[in-house]
Antibody
């Protein structure tokens, strides 16, 4: 069965970087883009970007230009999200999600990773 | 602009019909998707593509569109449908966006 397993919770200082992982299993990894979505406590979902697991092409939300990098390791069937220059506004649960439908929506989500930014 | 606007809250009694709207100028040309999120859980798609319902989603969930507004309709609302609902769409460049979310309360 399809699974997206995310790395554990992180606590970071302001100005630091965080790198989260999303390990996919149960399907052909290179067939589906992976998206990252975050959600601050009690707030809306915020789309961050996607990566095509096959070619490694990426697309980022303008809200994160210059701070966000998505990469993938096809041998490890894992996607990584690297967010730099953290501020308190980056404190959120970060989800990875598989784009599984031809229309572009997500059919599987990871459980989320909590990132706390605190001095 | 891919801005998507949802009402913050909708309340209905059990058995009634809930309608949650999502408005955006780009919607006539794009697919819209609907996700349900319950507290402490990851979202789950309930409507995707051209109003399609994934397997396992009850028939009481349906999607429709008219002009710049898409609507999620839940017919015969049940207590278990109480959740936050988010619309999402994407433009031709592959940029995605979510609406602000609507809290559905079952009275």
């Amino acid at each position: 069965q399809v699974q997206l397993v995310q790395s554990g919770a992180e606590v970071k200082r302001p100005g630091a970087s965080v790198k989260l992982s999303c390990k996919a299993s149960g399907y052909t990894f290179t067939n589906h883009p992976i998206h990252w979505v975050r959600q601050a406590r009690g707030q809306r979902l915020e789309w961050m970007g996607w990566i095509t697991a096959g070619s490694g092409d990426t697309k980022y939300s303008q809200n994160f230009q210059g701070r966000l990098t998505l990469t993938r390791d096809t041998s490890a069937t894992t996607v990584y999200m690297d967010l730099r220059s953290l501020t308190s506004e980056d404190m959120a649960v970060y989800y990875c999600a598989r784009e599984g439908y031809a229309s572009g929506s997500y059919d599987y989500w990871g459980p989320g990773t909590l990132v706390t930014v605190s001095s | 602009s891919l801005e998507l606007t949802q009402p913050p809250s909708v309340s209905v009694s059990p058995g009634q019909t809930a309608r949650i709207t999502c408005s955006g100028d780009a919607l006539p040309n794009q697919y819209a998707y609907w996700y349900q999120q319950k507290p402490g859980q990851a979202p789950m798609v309930v409507i995707h593509g051209d109003g399609e319902r994934p397997s396992g989603i009850p028939e009481r969930f349906s999607g429709s569109s008219s002009g710049t507004t898409v609507t999620l309709t839940i017919s015969g609302v049940q207590a278990e449908d109480e959740a936050d609902y988010f619309c999402q769409s994407a433009d031709n460049s592959g940029t995605y966006r979510f609406g602000g979310g609507t809290r559905l309360t079952v009275l």
